[in-house]
């Protein structure tokens, strides 16, 4: 087994730290909030008291970082990642940020002696907790596969889908159509309790169907109920979108309805709703139709 650094530790972090403990990998992790500490501490890791101290003597580092100005830090940084791991570490990013920020860290990895991977994740904290993401990775194919045991300890759908920044590009598309379905999953509740019908019943049908998806599963009953506990909160999905929109600009390629959906994810922003569930894109939607409820 490894030693594995692990730099933050979060909703998603925490959790994922906790299966490599449990994997049988020597865990040492840092993040700024002593929370994420306190769980890893009682998972069985141990607690470091910064970046340095915690990639230092790993073999593995890994970090879940909500942007890219924090991966940047941490990798970047008089104290991070770059002047602290030794050459031939191999360094697994998890953040969603955006693509050309991957291929410069890789880059300058690559020039110290680091092996590097862009590991975007799908699943939000259930999938963390559960340890069922799925991981789309940019890489080496011999970095991919020396990175197997951390990869498949959280993760149940791992693929390498490129060179560095590929697993971004990829988390892009992931994230433009979960906001998609989410804008069409708010539009078909909104239609179907304006027109009077029983809405639960009709979504419920819905999902047995051809609509079919992991939304619907996992998000309709708490939609219905108007419950937007984040488990990937707005503001991050619109740190999403701006990647996915600039991803297209960088690629040439047209996507009109990722600008309508970064759109709703803007204005949800805006309303105030950054702290909530991406979807509680449905009160914006609802806010549209001048449908909107009482608090």
């Given at each position: 087994?490894?030693?594995?650094?692990?730099?933050?530790?979060?909703i998603?972090?925490?959790?994922m730290?906790?299966h490599?403990?449990?994997?049988?990998h020597?865990?040492?992790?840092?993040?700024v909030?002593?929370?994420?500490?306190?769980?890893?501490?009682?998972?069985?890791?141990?607690?470091?008291?910064?970046?340095?101290e915690?990639?230092?003597d790993?073999?593995?580092?890994?970090?879940?970082l909500?942007q890219?100005e924090?991966v940047?830090?941490?990798?970047?940084g008089?104290?991070?990642?770059l002047?602290?791991?030794?050459?031939?570490?191999l360094?697994i990013?998890f953040?969603?940020?955006?693509p050309?920020?991957?291929?410069?860290?890789?880059?300058?990895?690559?020039?110290?002696?680091?092996?590097?991977?862009?590991?975007?994740?799908?699943g939000?904290?259930?999938?963390?907790v559960?340890?069922?993401l799925?991981?789309?990775v940019?890489?080496?194919?011999?970095?991919?596969?020396?990175?197997?045991?951390?990869?498949?300890?959280?993760?149940?759908?791992?693929?390498?889908?490129?060179?560095?920044?590929?697993?971004?590009?990829?988390k892009a598309?992931?994230?433009?159509?979960?906001?998609?379905?989410?804008?069409?999953?708010?539009?078909?509740i909104?239609?179907?309790?304006?027109?009077?019908?029983?809405?639960?019943?009709?979504?419920?049908?819905?999902?047995g169907?051809?609509?079919?998806?992991r939304?619907?599963?996992l998000?309709?009953?708490s939609?219905?109920?108007?419950?937007?506990?984040?488990?990937?909160r707005?503001?991050?999905?619109h740190?999403?979108?701006?990647?996915?929109?600039?991803?297209?600009?960088?690629a040439g390629v047209?996507l009109?309805?990722?600008?309508?959906?970064?759109?709703?994810?803007?204005?949800?922003?805006?309303?105030?709703?950054?702290?909530?569930d991406?979807s509680?894109?449905?009160?914006?939607?609802?806010?549209?139709s001048?449908r909107?409820r009482?608090?």
């Amino acid at each position: 087994m490894s030693r594995i650094g692990f730099i933050g530790l979060g909703i998603m972090g925490a959790p994922m730290a906790a299966h490599l403990v449990a994997a049988g990998h020597d865990v040492t992790g840092y993040d700024v909030v002593r929370k994420g500490l306190d769980a890893l501490v009682a998972a069985g890791g141990t607690e470091a008291s910064g970046v340095a101290e915690a990639v230092a003597d790993a073999e593995v580092v890994v970090t879940m970082l909500p942007q890219d100005e924090h991966v940047e830090d941490v990798f970047f940084g008089a104290a991070g990642i770059l002047e602290n791991a030794k050459p031939g570490t191999l360094y697994i990013d998890f953040s969603t940020i955006r693509p050309e920020t991957s291929v410069r860290v890789a880059e300058a990895g690559a020039e110290r002696g680091l092996r590097v991977l862009d590991a975007p994740v799908s699943g939000g904290e259930k999938g963390a907790v559960d340890a069922v993401l799925s991981i789309m990775v940019g890489g080496s194919e011999a970095d991919f596969a020396a990175a197997a045991p951390v990869l498949r300890a959280v993760g149940r759908t791992v693929e390498r889908v490129g060179g560095s920044g590929a697993g971004q590009y990829v988390k892009a598309a992931n994230q433009l159509i979960v906001g998609g379905t989410f804008a069409l999953v708010a539009e078909a509740i909104v239609l179907m309790e304006a027109a009077g019908v029983d809405a639960k019943a009709g979504i419920d049908v819905i999902a047995g169907g051809l609509a079919a998806s992991r939304v619907l599963d996992l998000k309709r009953d708490s939609m219905l109920a108007r419950e937007f506990a984040p488990g990937f909160r707005i503001d991050l999905h619109h740190k999403d979108m701006g990647i996915a929109t600039a991803a297209a600009r960088t690629a040439g390629v047209s996507l009109p309805m990722t600008g309508m959906v970064a759109q709703l994810v803007a204005a949800a922003r805006a309303q105030g709703h950054g702290s909530l569930d991406h979807s509680a894109l449905l009160k914006v939607v609802e806010d549209l139709s001048g449908r909107t409820r009482a608090a």
